[in-house]
C-alpha cells in the first residue's frame, strides 16, 4: 500500500478513529468486557449493524464509484451466511449426536452417525440424506473459503455474461433483481439442500465454545465485525484511490469515452462486481451467526432495494456516506419496526410504527433523491469547505 | 510517407438510410488530413467506424504495415493499437482534475490489475507537465475538469489524446463553440501534433480548414466528393452545388 494513500485521505483516519471510539465505548459498556449497560441483544443489534455497514460499503463501490445500480447484493450477502452457516450447523448437531450416542454399548458406525446427523438437521423437510452441496460441511477452513468462492463466483459468471453483452442502467439492475429473486425461490424449495423455508438455525452456537456464555460470543463477533469493517473501508478506500479510482469513476461518468481511451471496460465492471461480491459475502457470514438464522426469505429482491436505500440516504461515492446510511436507517428500522416508536393518536386514527415506518422510509428516501442527492454524508462538505 | 489507414469500400446502412455509401479514404503517416462535408453527411459516422463503434455493412478498414483488420477489434483493441479519438461534444471526465483525466489517457498498461498496481512515476508526471504546456492549461492542472471553460475543455481532450500518444489522431469538431483566438491556437496544436503524426480533423469552419494548410476530403451523402487542396476543392462544381453553394446560399 502505498505510503501516502492515508495522508491523501484524512477521511479515511477520520473515520478509523471513530469506529475505533465507539468500538471501545461499546466494550466497556457491554456486559462481557464492561459494565454491563449495554445489553447483549444490542451488543448483537449493533455487531449485525457493522455487518450491514460493510455490505453498504460495498454497494456504494459498486454504485456510487462505478455507477452499476446492482439491485442483487444481498444474494451474495446471504450466499456467504449460508456458506458459514452450514458448518456451524452441521458441527453443533455432529456434537449432539456424538454426545447422545455416546452411552451405546456397541460404538456406532460412522455411517450410523451421519444417518443421525442427516435425520436431524434434514429431518424438517422430510429427508436424512446429505446433498451433494454438504460434502465440505464438516471443515470450518473450507467453508469459510466457500463463504469467499461462491459469492466470487456467482458473481463473476452473472457479471461476465450481463457485462459482455453490454446491458447497462434499468435493465441490468433488473437483471440483478432477478438473479436474487431466481436464488431466493430456489432455496425455499424443500429438495434444494439448504432446508428449505427452514433456512438454517442455531447459528448462534459456536461448535467448541458451548461453555461461553452469549455475552462473550457477542462481544466477540461484534469485535471481529468491527474489525472487519475497518478492514473493508480501508480496502475499498486504497482501491478507489489514484488511478484504478479514477478509470471506475471515469466508466460511471462516461463509459463509451473510457473504452476508446484504450481500457477494457468490461474487464474492470466484472472486477469491481466480484471484489464487493466477496465482500458481501464476508460481511453476510459474519452477520448470520450474530442474527442466529438465516432463510431464503432474507435474500429477497426487496432486501437489495433497501441496501441500494441506504447507500441514496447516506450518500452516494463516499464510503462513509454508505456507513452513516445503513447505520441510520437500519437502527432506526428496528427502532420504529421493533415497537420501540410510540404510536401516534391522532384522535380518528392511530398510527402504528410497524406498519408506517416502510411509508416514512418512502417519503424520506423519495425527499432525499430529490432535495439532497448528497444524502447525509453531503453535510460534511459543509464542515470540511476547501478554502476557495 | 506511408499509407497507416485505409478505409475502402465502406458502407453503412441505419434502419434503411445509408450514412455511409462505399467510402475510400487514405491516411498517410505523418499526415494532416481535413474531412469537411454538409450536416449529415457522415463525418462523424466515418470516425464510428474507425474506432470501432459502428460496425460497416461491407467494405474494409486496413491498419498499419501489417496490414491488420480493424472491423474484428473492439473499441478498447483499436484505442491501444494507435488510434485516438475527440469526440464532437467535449467528453472530458468532469468529477476529476485536469491532471487525473491526462494521467487516465497516458499510455501505460491498461488491465485492471496493472492499473491497480500503478504507481505515480517522475517520467509520467513530465509527460503530463509537457502536455499541459502544450494545451496551455499548466496553470489548471488541479482545477477539476468541470470548472474548465468550453474551449478549455476541448484542448483538454486533445491533450488527452496527445497522452493516449497514437499513431492516428481522429478530431471531430476541435474549434466548435471557440472564439477566434482559441481556434487560432487549435490549428497550432493540430498542425504541431500532425508534424510526427496522422491527424484527422473534421471541421465546418473554412477560415479554420484553410489555416491547417493540409489536404481536403470532402464528403457528401457518405462518399468522398473531393479530395485535393482547399483552393482546388472549392473550386469543384459538384462541391459548390452540394455544399458551399448551400451554406452561401
Ligand atoms: N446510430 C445512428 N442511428 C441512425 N442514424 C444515424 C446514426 N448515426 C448517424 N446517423 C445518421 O447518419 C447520417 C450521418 O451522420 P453523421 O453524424 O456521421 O454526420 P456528420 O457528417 O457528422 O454531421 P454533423 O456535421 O452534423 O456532425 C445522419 O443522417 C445521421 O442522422
Ligand atoms: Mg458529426
Redesign the pocket.
Known sequence: MHKSFIFHNPSVLWFLLALALFTMAVTVLSEAFGVGLVSTSFVKTLGKTLCLCLIAIAMDVVWGYCGILSLGHFAFFGTGGYAIGMWLMYARTEGIVAASLEGQAIPPTPQEISDAIGTQIFGVVGSSEFPAIWAFADSLVLQLLMVVLVPGLLALVFGWLAFRSRVTGVYLSILTQAMTLALSLYLFQNDSGLRGNNGLSGLQNIPGFEDTSQATISMVFFLVSAIALAAGYVLFAWVMSGKMGSVVQGIRDNEARVRFLGYHVESYKLFVFTLTAVIAGIAGALYYPQAGIINPAEIAPIASIYLAVWVAIGGRGRLYGAVIGAAFVSLLSSWFTGGGAPAINLGFYTIQWTDWWLVLLGVSFVCVTLFFPKGIGGLFDYLVRKPS | MSTLLEVSGVSVT??G?R?INNLSIQIAEPELRAVI?P???????FMDIVTGKTRPDEGQVVWGEKNISLLGMSESQIANAGIGRKF?KPTVFEDQSVRQNLAMALKNPRGPFSVLRHRKTADGAAKIEAIADEIGLTDHLTRSAGELSHGQKQWLEIGMLLAQDPRLLLVDEPAAGMTAQEREKTTDILKRAAETRAVVVVE?DMEFVRRLECKVTV?HEGSVLAEGSLDHVTKDQSVIDVYLGRSDA
Not at chain 2, 39 to 45: L, P, S, V
Request: proline fraction near 0%.
Open positions: 441505419f434502419d438510410f450514412a462535408g450536416n449529415g453527411a457522415g463525418k462523424t459516422t464532437q465546418h464528403l
